[in-house]
């Protein structure tokens, strides 16, 4: 098994898409990744790898309509102890713990604000093989419509710990942290920004974020937010051709929380 993720770490991403082979198609392209098809027993699940290293997962859409859309997994150390205390901390269970391929044991779940995320107990799978390098995840981060609510919840549901910075323009962030390692991110979602449901979201890092967006929307993606700087690095918003919501940032190599 690979390395070994922390509870309430971030271990794996996968992608839930109306058209797998499009997918394939604009995230080869985009970051150089090549896929894998699991065969029949799988369900149509695909490996996506970046230099033959395990970095997503892919996937038909099943989830009754929200379309295709990113989902993040977090470590955990028993799949059931985690479906427990998301009930009981005003969570939904959206499929129950389940065994896949002794690979390991996954659940998906929604927050009591509507966000959905999954949890991945590793036996023979670990997660990512690569990451924090160009063409793989770097960072996952919730928008909230009640970012205290959401401290609690996934404080008690986790175990991690939570730790607001201050960054650009007076705002406050809110790291969430696996033995004092910060591991993903939280924020409230701002008004002005317009409707918007509560969403866990995933960075993908790319070695120049303008040619990256550039080369997104040359391949069929659409604009949710062009590249701008942020301490953590310069970052954009898109939408990819089935409709999924990612992010691309060249990482600011001086930045440290």
């Avoid at 509507?114 to 996952?140: C, D, H, R, Y």
């Avoid at 070695?207 to 990256?212: E, H, I, L, P």
Wanted: hydrophobic share 40%; aromatic share 12%; with cysteine.
């Amino acid at each position: 098994m690979a390395a070994k993720y922390e509870q309430g770490t971030p271990s794996w991403v996968d992608l839930g898409s109306t058209d797998v082979d499009g997918s394939v198609a604009f995230y080869g392209r985009l970051f150089g990744w090549t896929d894998e098809d699991l065969g029949p027993d799988a369900g149509g699940y695909r490996m996506f790898r970046k230099d033959g290293r395990q970095v997503a997962g892919l996937g038909p859409a099943t989830d009754g309509g929200r379309g295709s859309s990113w989902a993040t997994y977090f470590a955990a150390n028993d799949a059931d102890d985690i479906m427990a205390k998301v009930a009981e901390h005003g969570g939904a269970v959206i499929v129950p713990p389940m065994d896949v391929m002794g690979q390991g044991r996954m659940a998906v779940f929604t927050d009591p604000e509507g966000a959905f995320f999954s949890a991945w107990q590793p036996l023979a799978f670990a997660g990512f093989e690569l990451a924090n390098e160009p063409g793989s995840v770097t960072w996952n981060e919730l928008m909230t419509s009640d970012i205290d609510a959401a401290k609690v919840f996934y404080r008690e549901v986790f175990g991690v710990s939570m730790r607001d910075v201050s960054m650009a323009e007076g705002m406050t962030y809110t790291l969430l942290e696996a033995e004092g390692r910060p591991v993903a991110g939280a924020m409230p979602i701002d008004a002005a920004w317009g409707p918007m449901p509560s969403h866990w979201s995933v960075y993908f890092a790319v070695d120049d974020c303008d040619a990256a967006y550039a080369k997104a929307l040359e391949l069929g993606a659409t604009k949710v937010m062009p590249p701008e700087d942020s301490p953590a690095g310069r970052f954009a918003i898109l939408k990819d051709p089935q409709g999924a919501t990612f992010s691309v940032i060249k990482n600011n190599p001086d930045f440290s929380i």
